[in-house]
């Protein structure tokens, strides 16, 4: 692998784990906010051939349905 490559795959790592550890603190409810946001966008995305648009209104849906689900867990 060069260093093109792997620069931008080590930052990537680094971003994950680090963020990951930001979600320690969360209740239940927002993880499933934020879960449904990060899985919407890329439905939306998906399904609209990776318009910004459908990845907007993807993460919107997604994150509406994520908050209403950890309402509902208890």
Do not use: D, F
């Amino acid at each position: 692998m060069n260093k093109y490559i792997r620069l931008p795959l080590s930052l990537s790592a680094i971003a994950l784990t680090l963020s990951l550890g930001a979600c320690a603190s969360m209740s239940h409810r927002e993880v499933s906010t934020v879960v449904g946001t990060a899985v919407g966008g890329v439905v939306g995305a998906a399904a609209t051939g990776g318009s910004t648009v459908g990845t907007v209104g993807g993460a919107v849906a997604g994150g509406v349905i994520g908050n209403e689900l950890g309402k509902k867990r208890r």
